[in-house]
């Protein structure tokens, strides 16, 4: 009798432990969903740059420093890792072509740059929204891995604490502020 206690009681525990484990599977995942959305709407971000700058190249060739600096920047942010520096430059640089904007009222009037300009204002609030996307589903995994009795198991099974994502000192209310330009 006591073996059959005992093998039920552990059956329970098993369970009770793969339940725990799925469903910090999928809240694992939901963390990775969130780093991928960022990094698409990053992407998406440094695709319509070379179409803004082609644009305005049209009206605007003798600023050719600020349209190499914004291709420079948005190549730098382009490859290789996240990196909230390269982000930060880019943003700056962005921030300088949109600004040229002022200088040629042909320009401020032209269809492809109001929509490639508006088309970049959707993807900056896109990128807002996939950050605080990503927070809040690193939140409810960290609180179910810290959570009583998943806190007993969530190391042993190779869960660790996922990163809220963090921008440096550079990025601080300037990456996810969407740029604003008046064409007044």
């Known amino acids: 009798m006591e073996l059959v ?74 490859s290789g890792q996240l990196s909230s520096s390269d982000e930060a430059q880019l943003k700056v640089a962005l921030d300088r072509l949109l600004a040229l904007a002022e200088n040629y009222p042909d320009l401020k009037a032209n269809t492809n740059f109001q929509e490639l300009q508006r088309e970049l204002s959707r993807t900056e609030d896109k990128l807002a929204a996939a950050r605080r996307a990503l927070n809040a589903a690193v939140s409810r995994f960290n609180t179910a891995r810290e959570s009583f009795p998943a806190v007993l198991f969530a190391g042993m099974l190779g869960f660790q604490e996922a990163d809220f994502h963090r921008l440096d000192d550079s990025e601080q209310g300037v990456v996810d502020q969407v740029p604003q330009v008046s064409f007044n």
């Open 5 to 78: 206690i005992g093998i039920v009681v552990l059956a329970v525990i098993a369970l009770f432990v793969i339940g725990i484990y799925n469903r910090l599977v999928g809240l694992r995942q939901n963390v990775k969903q969130g780093v991928a959305d960022i990094d698409a709407q990053l992407r998406q971000r440094h695709d319509l740059i070379p179409n803004l700058v082609e644009t305005v190249k049209g009206y605007a060739s003798h600023e050719s420093d600020t349209l190499e600096q914004v291709t420079e920047a948005r190549n730098r942010a382009a």
